[in-house]
């Protein structure tokens, strides 16, 4: 029940392409989901984040959609550019983000010229 | 802008040793974790520490690990003899009050040989 699941595992798309990457999760007192962005050797980058009381929530070209019925919630990246490419981890956190967070098994996204 | 950091960058040890992993979190932060990736795989969640102790550790935190902050500022992971198993790169993460997010450091690269 604390898992969250990801897919898919891989993305190869096209510069300007609209990525999109899932996540589902059971424990339904999840309440704060993030998005990190990992560069190799890097550390995950919180990216953009929503709480369970909207729908979606857009910062720039990346935009969350969430739906609380079906316990999932999607990444989509808008007009993406190859400096996108990098690995892409949903989480999710109780208590409003202060409990651990429970990642995915991330998504690896390349943006081809 | 603040950052968690993270020393050493990278650290290889025989089997058996004892290693001590340091980070600084972010000055005002009150949250402070520990999560560590296996190569190529998602983020698990290790230990978290608050006001001074654990407040909660992930079944893969037994025995051989530890954590301590021992000057208010260095926040410690030590595993007392490390196995093959332990190779990979462990992430400390901080957080302040509320609902903020959780900044992750850069990570130090484990290797047990």
């Known amino acids: 029940q604390q898992q969250v699941k990801q897919s898919p595992q891989s993305l190869i798309v096209q510069k300007g392409g609209i990525p999109i990457i899932n996540c589902a999760y059971e424990n339904t007192a999840f309440d704060y989901f993030p998005w990190y962005q990992q560069f190799p050797g890097k550390g995950p980058a919180l990216l953009i984040a929503?709480?369970?009381?909207?729908s979606e929530k857009k910062e720039g070209r990346f935009t969350i959609s969430f739906n609380k019925s079906a316990k999932q919630f999607s990444l989509h990246i808008m007009d993406s550019q190859p400096g996108d490419s990098a690995t892409y981890f949903c989480a999710a956190s109780a208590k409003g983000g202060s409990e651990k967070l429970v990642f995915g098994k991330g998504t690896k996204l390349t943006v081809n010229p | 802008e603040p950052e968690v950091t993270q020393t050493p960058s990278h650290q290889v040890t025989q089997m058996g040793q004892e290693v001590i992993l340091r980070c600084v979190p972010i000055?005002?932060?009150?949250?402070f974790y520990w999560y560590r990736q296996i190569l190529g795989q998602k983020v698990e969640f290790l230990v978290s520490?608050?006001?001074?102790?654990?407040?909660?550790k992930s079944e893969i935190f037994d025995d051989q690990f530890s954590v301590e902050r021992p000057d208010g500022s260095n926040f410690t992971l030590k595993i007392r003899s490390t196995k093959l198993e332990d190779s990979a790169m462990y992430f400390c993460?901080?957080?302040?009050?509320?609902?903020?997010?959780?900044?992750f450091g850069q990570g130090t690269r484990l290797t047990v040989v």
């Open positions: 000055s005002n932060h009150l949250y």
């Open positions: 520490f608050y006001n001074n102790e654990i407040s909660e």
């Open positions: 993460a901080s957080r302040g009050t509320g609902n903020s997010e959780a900044f």
């Open positions: 929503i709480r369970p009381d909207v």
